[in-house]
Structures are given as C-alpha cells and as structure tokens.
Nanobody, 120 residues
C-alpha cells in the first residue's frame, strides 16, 4: 500500500520557521514530481511549491524567498522549509506526489495533511 506521510506542522509565531517532511512508502517504481499544497479555511487548495525528479523547483509568488522545497530521492522524502512565516500562511498543508507504480501505472497521491498555524 502506497502512503504519503507528512510531519512537522504546528503552531509558530509570526516570523518563525517550520520544516515539513513528507515520506512516500510502499511499492513505488519511480517518483516524479513532488509538491506541497495548502488549504486555508474557506479557501481553495493552492499550490505552494513543487520539485521535479531532477530538482527543478517552482513556487507560488506568495512564498518566494521565504519557503524552500527540497527532496531526498534515496529516502523518497520531500521537505518544505518555511521561514519568515506570516499569519496568512496558516493552513492545512498537503503533500502531493506523481508516482509510477509500474510501467503503465501512474497515479497522483496525496498525504493526509498537516496543520500549520502562525500566530500574530
């Protein structure tokens, strides 16, 4: 069974930092793109950052210069280092991965979400 398990969320004051982790486990052949999305109360889920298998990254304008996405392919893990956090960063953060489970088996997986709360 394939799973994405997130960790690292919590409560932090504005200006602080948090590091999120997401580990993929199970019968996985290849992990393509991995990314982080977030959903604040009453809002749609939005892209935060993505990273390709080759290490290319893309960020939402709202987090550029403050957040850094990285991945450890040996550990099937993606990270999101969040710095200079703002109250508007408060949301449930979801890990997403584009996985190949076989030669013709490509799926989009989501983690269960981890809450990030930034107090002012």
């Amino acid at each position: 069974q394939v799973q994405l398990v997130e960790s690292g969320g919590g409560l932090v004051q504005a200006g602080g930092s948090l590091r999120l982790s997401c580990a993929a486990s199970g019968r996985i052949l290849i992990i393509n793109r991995m990314g982080w999305y977030r959903q604040a109360p009453g809002k749609q889920r939005e892209l935060v950052a993505v990273i390709t298998s080759g290490g290319s990254t893309n960020y939402a304008d709202s987090v550029k210069g403050r957040f850094t996405i990285s991945r450890d392919n040996a550990k099937n893990t993606v990270y999101l280092q969040m710095s200079s956090l703002k109250p508007e960063d408060t949301a449930v953060y979801y890990c997403n991965a584009d996985l190949m489970l076989g030669a013709n088996e490509r799926y989009d997986y989501w983690g269960q979400g981890t809450q990030v709360t930034v107090s002012s």
